[in-house]
T-cell receptor, first 114, second 112 residues
Framework: EPEVTQTPSHQVTQMGQEVILRCVPI?????FYWYRQILGQKVEFLVS????????KSEIFDDQFSVERPDGSNFTLKIRSTKLEDSAMYFC????????????FGPGTRLTVT | KQEVTQIPAALSVPEGENLVLNCSFT??????LQWFRQDPGKGLTSLLL?????REQTSGRLNASLDKSSGRSTLYIAASQPGDSATYLC???????????FGTGTRLKVLA
């Protein structure tokens, strides 16, 4: 069964450093998402991406964040200058379409900022 | 602003029991609702998706219902097993948006 994959599974970085989290969505899916989950808290929406542009973003997704689909398979989340409060599990998700379609989530990348 | 609440926060039951997990949302103008399972330190596994026009969906021992007008959904698990132990999350997608808004989850433990 097709699945969303994410790399790395765990990333440790120092405050102020740039990180790139990578995702490979399910191959025929068209809509891509990033969510995050701070330890013990709710899963929170960050951004959705369709047709090579951001379709929606949350207030969390400020200028420090960016997303890109550099080729036909990868979808990346970049954090330019990490802060301690960026420590969280980051999940990538994809759907075939919008509306009635299920979102499929990857296993997540645990980001630890020290 | 849509808010999603799940009750109870934690539940511990003996194996074999039927159980109900609750999810409530404040704005009934949703497009669909999805139930997920999350194992510790892992990603989210989709269990059931209910569209706003549907009343329920079933998959194996799982049955999810939706009452949009009252802002509620329930996930019914029949004949619970220790392997069902996980956190169960519900998430709603509002009309006109792309994002899912998640509840805080119910942490289920099924005792052998």
């Amino acid at each position: 069964e097709p699945e969303v994959t994410q790399t790395p599974s765990h990333q440790v970085t120092q405050m102020g450093q740039e990180v790139i989290l990578r995702c490979v969505p399910i191959s025929n899916h068209l809509y891509f998402y990033w969510y995050r989950q701070i330890l013990g808290q709710k899963v929170e929406f960050l951004v959705s991406f369709y047709n090579n542009e951001i379709s929606e973003k949350s207030e969390i997704f400020d200028d420090q964040f960016s997303v890109e689909r550099p080729d036909g398979s990868n979808f990346t989340l970049k954090i330019r200058s990490t802060k301690l409060e960026d420590s969280a599990m980051y999940f990538c998700a994809s759907t075939l379409g919008t509306g009635i379609y299920e979102q499929y989530f990857g296993p997540g990348t645990r980001l630890t900022v020290t | 602003k849509q808010e999603v609440t799940q009750i109870p926060a934690a539940l511990s039951v003996p194996e074999g029991e039927n159980l109900v997990l609750n999810c409530s949302f404040t704005d009934s103008a949703i497009y669909n609702l999805q139930w997920f399972r999350q194992d510790p330190g892992k990603g989210l596994t989709s269990l059931l998706l209910i569209q706003s026009s549907q009343r329920e969906q079933t998959s194996g021992r799982l049955n999810a219902s939706l009452d949009k007008s009252s802002g509620r959904s329930t996930l019914y698990i029949a004949a619970s097993q220790p392997g069902d132990s996980a956190t169960y999350l519900c998430a709603v997608k509002d009309s006109g948006t792309y994002k899912y808004i998640f509840g805080t989850g119910t942490r289920l433990k099924v005792l052998a």
